[in-house]
Each structure stands twice: as C-alpha cells, then as structure tokens.
C-alpha cells in the first residue's frame, strides 16, 4: 500500500484548503493547489448537512426514534465541537492524510478508448484492479488515511482496447452514510482514541440500539486488499467479511455485497489471504481486539469449501494484517504492534507498540485441524506490516521469510519523531533448532525503504529470486519501484519520472509457463505531481524499460493493493 501521509513528523504533501461551510450552505469542497503552482484545482464537493437536522429517513422513524435522533445528533454536536478545539495529531489531521494525491475523487463511469503511448504488450488482454481510501464525506474530526471508503480503480484491455473505471466499494457503512448523507460510523484510526473515541463508540451503539444505524452487517470500508478467487472478485479490509465485485462486459465495477462464501464465514477476514498457485486453495487469517480466540486460521478449496477454524492461542490481540505461506506451512507474525482497549480510558490510541513484547513467528502445517503442533519462534525487534514470501529449505531445517521490518513500528498509527525505516529482510527460523536470525537483504550503502508490492504469484511459498517493492523515496513518496535480488541484494530500479509518483507495482506474467522467473511486466499508477494528471504505467519486468502509457481520464489517488484478471477469467465470473 502507499505509505500514510503521516508516517514522518516532516510533511512534504500539499495540504487541501479546506473551505468551511456557512450555515445555509448546501456543499462542502475541498481544493487543492497544484506543486509550483498559482492554479487551484477543485478536487470533491462532499454533501454537507446542518447539525442537529437528522437524516431524510426521519419520516420512516417513529416518535421514540425521532426523539433519539435529535438527542444523539445534540450530544455528537457538542462532541465535536469540543475535539475542534483540541490539536490533531498528523496520523488523524485530514488535512495531512488527505493531502495532496491523497485527496478523495469522484467515481468515474466507463471511459474507453484511451489514449495510450507507446505499445501495450499483446499478452496483457484482461482488467487491472487497484484498491484504495477515498472518503465520501467530509471528515467531522480525526481521519486516518486507512479509514477512508473503498474505492476501486479499474484498466480493462481487450484487443488493443483500454478502459477506465473507478467505483466505491457499497459496504453496509457505506450504504448507510450514502442515505444519512454524513459520516457515522466511527473511524478506527482517526477517531477510535482516548476519551472522544470511548464517547463516539457510545454514540455509535446508541444510534444502533434505537435502529438508527444497522452496524449487524459489517463496519468494514473493504479499502485495502483485492484477491480474485473462485470467480469472485473479492474487495477485503481486515475488520469486515469480504465484499464481492463483479466487473461488467463493459469495463465498469459493480457491488454485488458483502459476501460469505455461502453462508461458511461468520468473521472478518484480513486483507492479504495468499492463494496457493500449485493447489489453488486460498488461505485466511481473521483476528477479534475484543474477545478471545484473539486469532483464527482457516483455507478454502479451490471450489470455495471452507474448512473448520483453526483457533490460535495469543495472550493478547496482535496486529495481524499479512502472513505468509510456504509449500507446506503457514508462518504467522506475533509481533509488538498490539490492541490495548482500556488505553482508551488513559487518554491514548489502543493501537501501540508493547515494548514488552518480543515478536516471534509461529509456523504450522497448512492443513492442521487444532494449533496443537505449531512452533513459536522468536525474531526480536521484528515488525513486518507485509511479507512478501517464504519457502521451505529442508537442508538446514528452516523457513525463510522476506518482509520489510519497520521501526518505529507503530508510527503508521501514532505521531512519532523518528523517520520511519522500511528494510527489505530475511528471515530464517529454524524449526530443529528454534532459533531465527534476521539480516538486511541490501548492504547499506545502498539501503533504501521499501514497502508495497510482490513476487512473482505463480511462484508464491516457493523459493524466489526477485521482489519488486515500492520506492519509497523520499519518505512518503513512491518515486519507483525496486526489482531486488533476494540472493543477492542487487538492487535495480525504475523511476517514475520528474515529479511522479505512485504506489504497489503488480507484477504481470507474461506467460504462466515461462521458465524466465521474471519475464513479465510491472502495471503501476502513477500521478504527475507537476501537471496534476494520473497514468498507468507498463514496464518491462526483466528489463525495466517503459512498455506502455496509457493516459487516464481522472486523477487516481495514492492507494494500496491490486490484483490483474485475466480475460478467460473474466468470463467464468459468478
């Protein structure tokens, strides 16, 4: 994903004017002036509602209801006005985390017919998707980049064709908002600390014990993971069931709902699940911050059958958000990055960093029925946000991960001083011995952060030579991509261009049965800081040379995570 606006104390993005609304005012927009520029462009009116006046569902509302309403709305008033007059850390200031490319935009009907430079290779005949945090509406208080709503961004080809679309994911909260014309559910990062988080939760319960709101069928934004599996196009953020998307014959996205997979899943599911290329199974992680079992493991057959949950013993509900697979084993972090609710109660965000704690790796077999045989190995000073592969070596006895570990590792989520750093490691876990060790995998002269991106997925949980990874340089930027040998550490890289940056490169194959590990093309969005436009960019894998620009018609914002369908694909879907 692209990294958070406020993952360093030293801002570089330019900020939004925000332009408040007068009491009669029907709209609210937010602006944005471009890099060395005089020109401010228009970026999203948001719909705007004066407080206390309820939702145009009032009529539908009984007296009781009405009364609740009103009252509510005057409690949430007064709640606002109270954190307005409080300073906003960067990791909560919308006009940090929506700054910039990461402002929202508008969805985008189906344009075809782009204008392309260059030649796109004939092998690329399918659909692009990408996710990403677009909020529809204006932020009341505290915003969190990852708490905005899911939007997915779409580049179809078919027969020297391209097309563009982007839509918002409909989830239940989504949905909801749309109607009540306002935000309202509560946002898990931007709003969900100290007492004004503890006094939003109680709102938010209170409106739904009147059945003002309905938060029984999900509170998820489904912003940040896409996976396409059994026919299904699937659109994930951990704390929801997935949602299913169903791309149209002509190019464009639709919301089918929140799905589970036939009535088999009854928890959230965490954004990254990893689909084994050789048996076709998908494998998933669901993880609770309330109650135990903290963490639950389960797999789909490749028909979609899932199997019993797998209950994983922690002390303490962990951040969870990616995991990893090998040909036999699944690898599963416990690291520092932690869920302390009654941190709340203290005045502070309840996600933090346990110091106390020393991350470990468990690894277990994939199709274990109980957690009974799994092995815990330490890895100190551990935090991977994402791991990028693993593969079995049964020479040495070990399990070799590759993540990038970040420190500090919370300051994704709280305001810190220090600059962040994304180091591309290694990570050997002995299951003989029960001991790991953990190098960087580029020297460091020529260390650089690298967060976002992928192997090659045909050979995912098998042994891999290359990574391409997100540049992220300068901090928080994405000015590349790196293709990094993982034996190595030979690092080569493509640069998007004078002020351009971007976000994950997917990496394409060209053929499945290429013997060539990275014969293949890089797909990335990328944005023009200077002339204030969006590309999708297509680079040749093996020799990082541009392939193809196709010029989009609308601005694509800094996102997180992608997927590419393959055109006899599309046309099995459910």
Known sequence: MAASPAA???????????????????????SIKKPNSNITCSVLHYPCKKYPKHNSNAQHLNLLQKAAALALDAVENALVSQERQQPLP???????????NFAPVPEKPVCQQLLVTGKVPESIQGFYVRNGANPLHEPVA?????????????????????S??????ETNRFVQERKLGRPIFPKAIGE????FGIARLLLFYSRGLFGLVDPNRGTGVAN????????????MSEDDLPYHVRITPSGDLQTVGRYDFDSQLDSTMIAHPKIDPVSGELFAL?????????????????????SPDVEIPLDQPTMMHDFAITENFVVVPDQQVVFKLPEMIRGGSPVIYDNNKISRFGVFDKNASDASKIKWIEVEDCFCFHLWNAWEEPETDEVVVIGSCMTPPDSIFNECDESLES???????????????RRPIICEPEQVNLEAGMVNRNMLGRKTQFAYLALAEPWPKVSGFAKVDLSTGEVNKYIYGEQKYGGEPLFLPRDTNSEKEDDGYILAFVHDEKDWKSELQIVNAMTLELEATVHLPSRVPYGFHGAFISAEDLEKQA
């Open 8 to 30: 360093t104390t030293t801002s570089t993005w330019i900020k939004p004017q925000f332009q408040q609304p007068s009491l009669n005012s029907s709209s609210y927009s937010i």
């Open 90 to 100: 960067k990791t909560a200031d919308p006009r940090v985390q929506i700054s910039g």
């Open 142 to 162: 505290g915003h969190h980049f990852f708490d905005g709503d899911g939007m997915v961004h779409g580049v179809g080809f078919q027969k020297g064709s391209v």
């Open 164 to 169: 563009y679309a982007c839509r918002f994911t």
């Open 192 to 195: 969900l600390h100290g007492h």
């Open 224 to 235: 940040a993971g896409l996976v396409y599996f059994n026919n299904h196009l699937l659109a």
């Open 286 to 306: 669901s993880y609770d911050v309330i109650k135990k079992p903290y963490l639950k493991y389960f797999r789909f057959s490749p028909d979609g059958n899932k």
């Open 423 to 437: 180091v591309l490691s290694e990570i050997r876990l002995n299951l003989k011995t029960g001991k790991s060790t």
